[in-house]
């Protein structure tokens, strides 16, 4: 049982360059979210989903685009990368909202020069 | 706006004192409240959660949280601080899907 990983681990753009984060859970979880962490900013969400083929806007979502097409899998998509997207991602997951925690992944550090 | 408030960027303790690191909210209705932990180069971790009930929860390591409605808050204490519980501490609620985080507090516990 893996709970939730992230792929890949550190990744350096140049503005402009388009990448894809992959997050993966094992848990058979219904709701999976992508946040970014910023100093001092604490975690915002991105998107996020709850079921497969469904995604909604969470707080920061411009420049970001995201897909759900299988329940396990939740993809964060940088069409044009910015310098102002330099941030650690985090993907969780819980089995539903309301008061379930969330379980999240190791991270993704991505510089964007 | 449903939000989280953490007052205080770090906190210093040390080894063997009790701890409380704050949390305040503000809600609509009756509030899902969380507490996370993040240790360097991790992601988040679950420590204990209120959803209703007994206004004082247990967690893991030994924290534990109480809920005052009328303070609006939910601090995080431990009764004996170890240098291991030196990491990121994140507050959050619960709000239509998904979590409103605080912006964390630091907890630095000295030998």
């Known amino acids: 049982n893996a709970g939730v990983t992230q792929t890949p681990k550190f990744r350096v753009l140049k503005t402009g360059q388009s990448m894809t984060l992959l997050c993966a859970q094992d848990m058979n979880h219904e709701y999976m979210y992508w946040y970014r962490q910023d100093p001092g900013m604490g975690l915002r969400l991105i998107h996020y989903?709850?079921?497969?083929?469904?995604?909604a806007k969470g707080e920061v979502p411009d420049g970001y685009n995201v897909s759900r097409l299988k329940k396990q899998n939740f993809l964060l998509g940088l069409e044009s990368a910015a310098p102002s997207q330099t941030s650690v991602y985090f993907c969780a997951s819980s089995f539903l909202a309301g008061g379930n925690e969330q379980y999240f992944g190791p991270g993704t550090r991505l510089t964007v020069t | 706006a449903q939000s989280v408030a953490q007052p205080e960027d770090q906190v210093n303790v040390a080894e063997g004192n009790p701890l409380t690191v704050k949390c305040t909210y503000s809600v609509s209705g009756n509030p899902y409240l969380f507490w996370y932990v993040q240790y360097p180069n991790r992601g988040l971790q679950f420590l204990l959660k209120?959803?209703?009930?007994?206004?004082l929860v247990k967690g893991s390591y030994g924290f534990e949280a109480e809920f005052n409605k009328s303070q609006t808050s939910f601090h995080l204490k431990k009764p004996s601080a170890l240098v291991s519980d030196s990491a990121l501490y994140f507050c959050?609620?619960?709000?239509?899907?998904?979590?409103?985080f605080g912006t964390g507090t630091r907890l630095q516990v000295f030998p």
């Open positions: 989903s709850v079921g497969e083929g469904t995604t």
């Open positions: 209120y959803i209703t009930g007994d206004n």
């Open positions: 959050a609620s619960y709000n239509t899907d998904k979590l409103i």
